[in-house]
């Protein structure tokens, strides 16, 4: 198991690997506090790629990637609406409502706040 000194190399490389066998790949990522490093692996149990880094930098990177993989492995695309459909926020009923999403209220309801503790009577 060599390290790939790359992030692009093994960005592309991960990728790759997990359409290749989407079934049989797993990802791994560990954090080694005492070194500060980010240690990133993957494989199908034939190959096996890792990527090692104590940069700050590579966080981003990082996150694209688990981005990146995690709409692989739910195996749908997300729908963003297009700028046009969004309404104004000064608009009446500028609400969006986006499909598998839960629907917040509109106003506070009542109630449901933190009691306060009575004040101890002084002797």
């Known amino acids: 198991m060599v390290y790939i000194a790359s992030w692009k190399e093994f960005q592309e490389a991960a990728e790759n690997l997990y359409e290749k066998s989407p079934n049989s790949t797993r990802y791994c990522v560990k954090w080694k506090a005492s070194d500060a490093q980010l240690v990133l692996k993957i ?20 996150e694209a ?11 749908r695309k997300r729908s963003y609406p297009s700028p046009s459909s969004i309404p104004a926020a000064g608009d009446p009923g500028s609400s969006v409502k986006v499909e598998g999403e839960p629907s917040l209220p509109t106003q506070p309801t009542q109630g449901g706040g933190v009691k306060k503790k009575k004040a101890k009577k002084k002797k």
């Open 43 to 62: 494989t199908d149990n034939t190959t096996c790629l890792k990527f090692k880094t104590c940069s700050s930098v590579y966080l981003n990177r990082f």
């Open 65 to 75: 990637l688990n981005l990146t993989l995690m709409r692989k492995m739910q195996n």
